[in-house]
């Protein structure tokens, strides 16, 4: 397990679990949610703290081929819970992963709503802090999409 790994596992995610579900929540509600999902082959409970965007009813996490949660909704679609700003909203995921448009399209969303996440996926931004498409070029490979519409 590399250190990274250790921290956000035992330190970071729980941090952040307890601070989405404390009346302080406001700090971080708006753009981080906890993801709740049932793993693919052991049939367990996960949950996990992300950065989303959301439109509509339409949320988009954005994760690399680093993580391994995202793996759970390779190969159908999945029923997932959401913690957004302290409410619990029921929906179904979808992975997005392989060089599409549609996947650009996401990506480039993704970082226009939250820019900071940017560097967290080596993408380059420029000095209005557009996303350089050139940058999304090279990366696009290594990046996975997960969008979930909420259910009504």
């Given at each position: 397990?590399?250190?990274?790994?250790?921290?956000?596992?035992?330190?970071?995610?729980?941090?952040?679990?307890l601070l989405?579900?404390?009346?302080?929540?406001?700090?971080?509600?708006?753009?981080?949610?906890?993801?709740?999902?049932?793993?693919?082959?052991?049939?367990?409970?996960?949950?996990?703290?992300?950065?989303?965007?959301?439109?509509?009813?339409?949320?988009?996490?954005?994760t690399n081929?680093?993580?391994?949660?995202?793996?759970?909704?390779?190969?159908?679609?999945?029923?997932?819970?959401?913690?957004?700003?302290?409410?619990?909203?029921?929906?179904?995921?979808?992975?997005?992963?392989?060089?599409?448009?549609?996947?650009?399209?996401?990506?480039?969303?993704?970082?226009?709503?939250?820019?900071?996440?940017?560097?967290?996926?080596?993408?380059?931004?420029?000095?209005?802090?557009?996303?350089?498409?050139?940058?999304?070029?090279?990366?696009?490979?290594?990046?996975?999409?997960?969008?979930?519409?909420?259910?009504?």
């Amino acid at each position: 397990m590399t250190a990274t790994t250790v921290f956000y596992r035992y330190f970071l995610n729980p941090t952040m679990r307890l601070l989405l579900r404390s009346p302080f929540h406001g700090v971080t509600s708006h753009n981080i949610t906890i993801l709740h999902f049932t793993g693919r082959k052991s049939g367990r409970k996960m949950s996990t703290p992300l950065s989303y965007t959301r439109e509509g009813d339409t949320v988009r996490l954005l994760t690399n081929y680093t993580t391994h949660w995202w793996k759970n909704f390779r190969g159908s679609e999945a029923e997932v819970e959401l913690e957004l700003r302290r409410s619990r909203h029921s929906g179904t995921a979808r992975l997005l992963e392989g060089d599409s448009e549609y996947l650009r399209a996401g990506v480039r969303t993704f970082i226009a709503a939250l820019p900071r996440d940017a560097g967290v996926y080596d993408l380059e931004l420029d000095d209005d802090k557009q996303l350089v498409e050139a940058s999304l070029l090279e990366h696009i490979a290594d990046l996975v999409l997960v969008e979930i519409t909420l259910n009504s």
